[in-house]
Nanobody
Framework: VQLQASGGGSVQAGGSLTLSCTVS????????IGWFRRAPGKEREGISC???????????HYVDSVKGRFTISRDTAKKTVYLQMHSLKSEDTAVYYCAARSSWWCTDMYNYPVDYWGKGTLVTVSS
């Protein structure tokens, strides 16, 4: 099983980036996929997730700090989940990770162990 995250980079405040997480080795539609981040000196936090398609129709969730600025989506044909990030702020600077969990509700991955993690991709937002 592999989750390949990509798309990180450096951007000025107010700019945009799109992260991608390509999943292989599992039945993509059976898994909820989430994005987490670890900012310098802080704990890793879950910021957005999307339910599996087979049981929850891909319902999305966002934490308040990114709501209205980030959009998560999934492409079954490409087995990829995207995180579009707009109006980036310096506090969005972090290593971003994608994760997969076989569960009904994607928000479970905020509180329970995930099944698979991808390697992180660094996002740096300069003010």
């Amino acid at each position: 099983v592999q989750l390949q995250a990509s798309g990180g980079g450096s951007v000025q405040a107010g700019g945009s980036l799109t992260l991608s997480c390509t999943v292989s080795g599992v039945s993509f539609d059976e898994y909820a996929i989430g994005w987490f981040r670890r900012a310098p000196g802080k704990e890793r936090e879950g910021i957005s997730c999307i339910d599996n398609l087979n049981r929850r129709d891909g319902t999305t969730h966002y934490v308040d700090s990114v709501k209205g600025r980030f959009t998560i989506s999934r492409d079954t044909a490409k087995k990829t989940v995207y995180l579009q990030m707009h109006s980036l702020k310096s506090e969005d600077t972090a290593v971003y990770y994608c994760a997969a969990r076989s569960s009904w509700w994607c928000t479970d991955m905020y509180n329970y162990p995930v099944d698979y993690w991808g390697k992180g991709t660094l996002v740096t937002v300069s003010s």
